[in-house]
């Protein structure tokens, strides 16, 4: 009998290759980020804990691929480049607070899943 599969899973599917290109946690903060107002490359490292300067300039080079960001270079001394989310990136707000306020309504079970899990593993 043939196993039918979600054309999501096929590796050539678009929806599969935005997820492993956008759908990841430096992708999402910086896109948060952006949703509040323009930052320099510095500006999002600072704020961003943790992220490698390689990271975000990876992140950001996606993030522009894909459309979600605007990279303009302001002439000024030294020469400075500002990030903006665009009217796509923005569409991204409402998944992204739903998920955000998922996690935070699920904390506690997500925290007792953790524990449990922990406990099962260290017998």
Known sequence: MACEVDAVFFAD???RS????????????????????PARFNEMRR??????????????RRLERNGLIAREVINSSPVA??????ELGR?????????YD????????????????DRKQAR
């Not at 480049?81 to 665009?86: K, L």
């Open 18 to 37: 935005f997820f492993d290109q956008v759908a990841n946690k430096w992708s999402v903060m910086i896109l948060t980020l952006l949703s509040e107002e």
């Open 102 to 117: 998922w996690s935070i309504r699920h904390l506690d079970e997500i925290e007792q899943a953790r524990e449990t899990y």
């Open 91 to 99: 569409t991204l707000q409402v998944p992204f607070r739903a998920v």
């Open 13 to 15: 599917c678009a929806a």
């Open 81 to 86: 480049v500002e990030y903006s989310i665009t």
């Open 47 to 60: 704020r961003l804990e943790g992220i490698t300067h390689k990271a975000l300039t990876q992140a950001l």
